[in-house]
């Protein structure tokens, strides 16, 4: 059992026009087999909160607190997080020219444990994983994310999520720019993962499509760097239905 | 966010194609050849093939008088059919492929006190690499060494410098009729090596060369290889390897002059650039001459720059005399390992020294595989994870 514990997270970025404050006091809990869904419209904030916890250099944390079982993520570097238990699918994968998603996978899991994977097990886990997930085997002597596909790359996330198994997983807009296929798979493959890890899941999105498939327990409506409103699933129908003007209209 | 793509970077220098080349000769088989010191001037750096050059710190290597150093040759017991003799100053220019090309050549050929000669008998099959090793002890040496590889014979020959020199040779190279050659150039230097090469190679029909170059040493090191079809069917693959650090110079010029029919040329070039002033400069020049119809070339150069300040050059020029040809292509592109491919690596738990590895073993390892000499290809691993133990450690002294 593992508890990610948000309290009055501000967060702030430069800009060419000057430190521009974008978290302004975020406080939300976490456990281990929740999904909470972050819903919001543009620019509201939700994806500086998922770098802010993966610890992103370009967000500067002016105030507030960020544990995980206690332990204080904020003062952990980059690769410190992840050791830690923490994940984020990225929006926008990045392309690394040179190293093979295998390669790429191997050394991530071996810095994650701590050790090698035992290789008879890894390379099944890795095959099963890239099945589940209908990723074809000649994918893993592709260069990481390099001339993949907006599903392809989505994919490689969750694949990732289910081989490093963190206790926490922070999907940023997963759901965006996949056609209604790509994004069956990539829930399924989250419903999986959960299912066997139990990991905690924060699921930031701007669409109410993707809950169809992965059942949010929480929903957060996320507004100019805050949380807006709480509830439960209910409150992601009623988002569906009125959009955000509400909130914006207030905000 | 930002997305890195690195198949839209370009370098940062000249790109010419054919007539656009900034060359004052009208091609680039002009460019004078001569055993005659004097017919070159001494490099002010404002030449044309010298413009990127660090000429300061090359300067020993222009003036015209003996050296009194040599280089200490660690040679293995040579396999029947292949001998390593001396050779006399006016012998070692008769059998050189060609005169040198630069004051620096010619100032070695002249200066060298004769030549070594490696020759690979007729016929003679030779399975083991043949690997000599080079040390300098910190004097001016001139070198002069010719390869020849006598008509349908087969040999891996490894020539590994270390230690410290200014060193300044010639090396040709000759491939009699359906020969093959695989030659690797190793500059292990110390980091205070200065080096300035010329070798030039001469292909007779039918033969091959596989001309490895790996350059991690020196401070100053330029090294200027020209390829010459003398007979069709021939073919020639040019690989190099470098990775250069704050201080360290690394010049790779090329020339393949294709002036026969129905030969084959491939080259390839990636160097790896960390520390502020590291500093690589790449030229490959490809002639394809009026007569060298069905004439199959390409040439790339690959850079990835790992740290802000470093600087990369890279120009390749292609001059095409005739339109009869089967394929002629070049690429190049210098990127950098930026600061979000960092991010994504180290968010998954990859540490910042793990990562900086993976991604440069990542763009060296399809090019080493191409040397083909598996224990040079072991050691160069090794010698590519020291190199980037240094650059942490660089880098570590810089945030501190």
């Given at each position: 059992m593992s508890t990610l514990e948000i309290k009055n997270l501000h967060a702030s970025v430069e800009t060419p026009e000057g430190t521009k404050q974008i978290l302004k006091g975020v406080d939300l809990t976490i456990n281990s087999g929740e999904t909470h869904a972050i819903m919001g419209p543009n620019g509201s904030g939700k994806s500086t909160l998922a770098y802010s916890l993966a610890g992103h250099p370009k967000y500067e944390i002016t105030e507030g607190s960020v544990t995980l079982d206690g332990e204080d993520v904020l003062a952990m570097s980059v690769d410190e997080r992840a050791k830690a238990g923490m994940f984020l699918a990225m929006q926008y994968p990045v392309e690394v020219p040179g190293v093979s998603v295998s390669n790429f996978l191997r050394t991530a899991k071996t810095a994650i444990d701590g050790e090698a994977p035992k290789l008879r097990t890894w390379v099944k886990d890795v095959k099963k994983s890239m099945d589940d997930l209908r990723m074809d085997s000649s994918f893993a002597e592709r260069n990481v994310n390099e001339g993949f596909s907006g599903g392809e790359k989505k994919r490689h996330e969750i694949l990732q999520m289910e081989l490093l198994a963190p206790k926490i997983a922070v999907l940023d807009e997963t759901d965006s720019g996949l056609d209604v296929d790509a994004l069956r798979i990539v829930s399924e493959g989250v419903n999986r993962v959960k299912d066997n890890t139990g990991l905690g899941i924060m699921l930031i999105t701007h669409y109410t499509r993707i809950l169809k498939y992965i059942q949010p327990d929480f929903v957060h409506v996320f507004v100019n760097g805050q949380i807006a409103e709480q509830g439960g699933r209910e409150l992601a129908d009623r988002l569906e239905a009125e959009g955000y003007d509400r909130f914006l209209a207030s905000a | 966010m930002t997305v890195t793509d690195h198949s839209r970077a370009t370098a940062d220098a000249a790109h010419t194609h054919g007539l656009g080349t900034p060359t004052p000769d009208a091609s680039r088989a002009d460019r004078p050849t001569s055993f005659e010191v004097d017919a070159f001037t001494v490099p002010t750096g404002r030449e044309e093939e010298w413009r990127f050059s660090p000429t300061k710190a090359l300067a020993p290597v222009f003036v015209d008088a003996a050296a009194d150093g040599h280089l200490e040759w660690d040679v293995p017991e040579l396999p029947a059919g292949v001998t390593l003799t001396e050779v006399s100053t006016a012998d070692a220019r008769e059998r050189s492929?060609?005169?040198?090309?630069?004051r620096a050549a010619a100032v070695a050929a002249a200066r060298a006190g004769g030549a070594m000669a490696l020759t690979i008998a007729p016929n003679t099959v030779v399975d083991e690499p043949i690997q000599i090793t080079l040390t300098g002890t910190g004097a001016d040496v001139r070198g002069h060494l010719l390869v020849e590889a006598g008509a349908s014979s087969e040999a891996t020959v490894i020539i590994e410098r270390r230690g410290t020199a200014t060193y300044s040779e010639f090396v040709s190279v000759d491939l009699a009729e359906n020969s093959g050659l695989n030659l690797v150039l190793l500059q292990l230097w110390d980091e205070d090596a200065v080096h300035a090469g010329e070798v030039v190679a001469r292909l007779g029909r039918d033969s091959r060369l596989r001309g490895s170059v790996v350059t991690l040493g020196g401070k100053a090191v330029r090294l200027n290889t020209s390829a010459a079809f003398a007979g069709e069917g021939a073919s020639v693959d040019l690989f190099g390897l470098y990775f250069a650090d704050s201080g360290q110079h690394q010049e790779h010029q090329l020339f393949v002059d294709h002036a026969v029919p129905r030969c084959t040329s491939r080259v390839t070039y990636k160097g790896a650039l960390a520390g502020k002033t590291a500093r690589t400069v790449w030229i490959g020049d490809v002639l394809i001459r009026k007569e060298a119809e069905e004439t199959d070339t390409y040439e790339l150069n690959r850079n990835l720059v790992l740290t802000d300040g470093a600087r990369a050059d890279s120009v390749p020029n292609l001059e095409i005399e005739t339109g009869e040809i089967a394929g002629a292509g070049h690429a190049s592109a210098t990127g950098r390992f930026d600061d979000e491919q960092m991010f994504y690596l180290r968010s998954r738990g990859i540490s910042e020294d793990e990562a900086r590895k993976l991604v440069v073993r990542g763009f060296f390892a399809d090019l080493i595989q191409e040397i083909g000499v598996p224990t040079v290809e072991e050691s160069l691993m090794k010698a590519i994870d020291l190199e980037l133990e240094h650059v942490n450690e660089e880098l570590a002294e810089e945030q501190a």
């Open positions: - | 492929v060609r005169a040198p090309g630069d």
